[in-house]
């Protein structure tokens, strides 16, 4: 069985075009990403998540 992630990949696709590395993923996949890049993702998911937590329902 497959482990999947936490973020759904329409979020890390969201979230690639965001910081202007998409156009890697698509050429390459995930794995043609640099270690940067991905760390700058796992930040800005972070980012967002903490911004939902905050907002009032």
């Known amino acids: 069985?497959?482990?999947r992630g936490i973020m759904s990949d329409q979020l890390k696709?969201?979230?690639a075009k965001d910081l202007g590395?998409?156009?890697v993923v698509k050429t390459e996949g995930w794995g043609g990403i640099?270690?940067?890049d991905a760390g700058?993702?796992?930040k800005r998911a972070i980012e967002?998540?903490?911004q939902?937590?905050?907002s009032p329902k």
Do not use: H, L
Request: no cysteine; proline share 0%.
């Open 1 to 3: 069985m497959a482990k």
């Open 13 to 15: 696709e969201e979230i």
């Open 21 to 23: 590395f998409y156009d």
């Open 34 to 36: 640099k270690s940067r």
């Open 40 to 42: 700058n993702m796992v």
């Open 48 to 50: 967002m998540a903490e």
């Open 52 to 54: 939902q937590m905050k």
